[in-house]
């Protein structure tokens, strides 16, 4: 982590953009910890956090946008020879197939929220011929969501972030799912609400 914080430290907004895409590719980077520490430091006040969420953003974009296109022109063989080296086990990579098989879409989306499924969601995309449009409307969508939710927490963590980071990787499908129910929650009632005023 202290090697992502000097990135961060010495090139700023753009740090935070260049170890997503390292991060989203393959490269051993704990992503998520790092978003919770992007917003540790927007508690700080070293940052603004629209800027960190935007650079975060164009980050998962452009990472999960080269899976795709590695996949589109390289296909599966460069997934099995190179998959190893970025700590995706064949195992992994079948298991990943099988679920894609089933259903793509919503793995694009929440892929972001399952460590190692990010890693290899976009490269199947790829491989399996979707659309850059299908690819693109689920897969940002949950880029955005996964930058928020962990930018926003570590915000609200401030001082106590490094306490639970750890956890937040390890289940942070969970706290997707959780914080998923608490806005259609928010949502179904403030329509309840709206319908008996009016």
């Not at 170890?19 to 540790?40: F, K, Q, S, W």
């Not at 990579?93 to 099988?98: P, S």
């Not at 750890?166 to 403030?190: D, Q, R």
């Amino acid at each position: 982590m202290h090697h992502l914080a000097g990135l961060i430290g010495h090139y700023g907004y753009l740090g935070i953009t260049l170890a997503l895409i390292g991060g989203i590719i393959g490269l051993p980077i704990p992503d998520e910890i790092l978003l919770t520490y992007v917003g540790y430091i927007v508690y700080t006040g070293k940052m603004s956090f629209l800027p960190s969420l935007i650079f975060s953003m164009i980050g998962a974009f452009g990472g999960i946008t080269l899976s795709y296109l590695l996949g589109v022109k390289l296909g599966a063989p460069f997934l099995h020879k190179f998959g190893p080296k970025l700590h995706l086990t064949e195992e992994r990579i079948h298991r990943t197939k099988r679920l894609f098989e089933k259903m793509g879409p919503l793995l694009l989306f929440i892929g972001y929220f399952i460590p190692g499924l990010r890693h290899i969601s976009a490269y199947l995309a790829g491989i399996n011929s979707y659309s850059y449009k299908k690819f693109a409307l689920f897969s940002y969508s949950g880029a955005i969501s996964w930058c928020f939710i962990f930018i926003t927490t570590g915000r609200v963590l401030g001082e106590n972030w490094t306490h639970v980071a750890g956890y937040l990787s390890k289940y942070s499908i969970y706290l997707f799912f959780i914080l998923l129910a608490a806005c259609i929650g928010v949502y179904t009632y403030w329509r309840k609400k709206r319908v008996i005023t009016n």
